[in-house]
């Protein structure tokens, strides 16, 4: 089994500064892909950031400049920097990672149980 598993999030004041982490943890053998998710009440879920294996980036534009998202391969653990946080950054925020098990098997899609970040004004 995989377990992906989320922290650091909290009550900031707008402007403020947050890390959030992501740990994976199981039966790996490789991690293809991570990404940081948000749902904000009443919306839709709506990608924030992902990073490959290969280290290329991917962010959604209302975050680009304020968020990075990074990895310690050898933990297994991403992070996602978010600075200059703003209050319509509130919202649950999930990883979700492509990842393989075996060397001969198929890539799954795992998500962690979510960490709530909340921007006051």
């Known amino acids: 089994q995989v377990t992906l598993v989320e922290s650091g999030g909290g009550l900031v004041q707008a402007g403020g500064s947050l890390r959030l982490s992501c740990a994976a943890s199981?039966?790996?053998?490789?991690?293809?892909?991570m990404a940081w998710y948000r749902q904000a009440p009443g919306k839709q879920r709506e990608l924030v950031a992902s990073i490959t294996s290969g280290d290329s980036t991917n962010y959604a534009d209302a975050v680009k400049g304020r968020f990075t998202i990074s990895r310690d391969s050898a933990k297994n653990t991403y992070y996602l920097q978010m600075n200059g946080l703003k209050p319509e950054d509130t919202a649950v925020y999930y990883c979700n990672g492509r990842i393989r098990r075996t060397y001969y098997g198929g890539t799954g899609d795992y998500w962690g149980q979510g960490t709530q970040v909340t921007v006051s004004s």
């Open positions: 199981g039966v790996i053998f490789s991690i293809n892909s």
